[in-house]
């Protein structure tokens, strides 16, 4: 039982490249979320998914597409890579979505993907 | 605009200090606060959490306090040892939002032996 799986673990770009950040879960998580943390800021919601084919945008969206075409996976993309997209970016988990149903199950967490835009 | 506010930003103790980090929020609509624990290259994971019809939850060494009317939560941390040090996270999220949390600006915290 591997978790929350995040690749890679570091990732320099340069202005204008793209990429594919990747993230997994094997705990048949119906919630998946991306977020990224900065210092002084927290961390703020950048896209999240309710089920496979159901995504939905979070607080910071803007520059970032996701897809989930499966329970397990939900990968984060980049199509244009700015410096201001530096970040450490978090994958997070969770069992239930559905409003009044456990919604305060708790989140679980990848150990994180450090990106560099030059 | 930021609906969790945590502070302080950073915090020193010594070894059996009580650190306490705070929290306000703005939305009142919020039922569920719970706080995160991060140690350097991992993610955050649960630590402690509070529904607003108690006024403190403790576990272990642990306490959150819970103010309702002034929508304020704090963690206190008793008799603080070196390896508490970390960044912490408040949260919060309701019932409508399903499991998106909205997360405080965090604080580290660092207990000196």
């Known amino acids: 039982n591997a978790g929350v799986t995040q690749t890679p673990k570091f990732q320099v770009l340069k202005t204008g490249q793209s990429m594919t950040l990747q993230c997994a879960q094997d705990m048949n998580h119906e919630y998946m979320s991306w977020y990224r943390q900065d210092p002084g800021m927290g961390l703020r919601l950048i896209h999240y998914s309710v089920g496979a084919g159901i995504t939905d945008q979070g607080e910071v969206p803007n520059g970032y597409n996701v897809s989930r075409s499966t329970t397990e996976d939900f990968p984060l993309r980049l199509l244009s890579a700015a410096p201001s997209q530096t970040s450490v970016y978090f994958c997070?988990?969770?069992?239930?979505?559905?409003?009044?149903?456990?919604?305060?199950?708790?989140?679980?967490f990848g150990n994180g993907t450090r990106l560099t835009v030059t | 605009q930021q609906q969790v506010k945590q502070s302080p930003q950073s915090l020193i103790v010594q070894k059996g200090g009580i650190p306490i980090i705070n929290c306000a929020y703005e939305?009142?609509?919020?039922?569920?606060f719970p706080w995160y624990q991060q140690f350097p290259g991992k993610g955050p994971a649960l630590l402690i959490a509070i529904r607003p019809d108690v006024s403190e939850k403790k576990e272990g060494r642990f306490t959150i306090s819970f103010n309702k009317s002034a929508k304020q939560f704090s963690l206190h941390i008793m008799d603080s040892q070196p390896g508490d040090s970390a960044t912490y996270f408040c949260?919060?999220?309701?019932?409508?939002?399903?499991?998106?949390?909205?997360f405080g600006e965090g604080t580290q915290l660092t207990v000196n032996p």
């Open positions: 997070a988990s969770s069992y239930s979505v559905r409003a009044g149903r456990l919604h305060n199950s708790p989140l679980h």
């Open positions: 949260a919060a999220s309701k019932e409508t939002s399903g499991s998106r949390l909205t």
């Open positions: 939305n009142t609509a919020f039922d569920y």
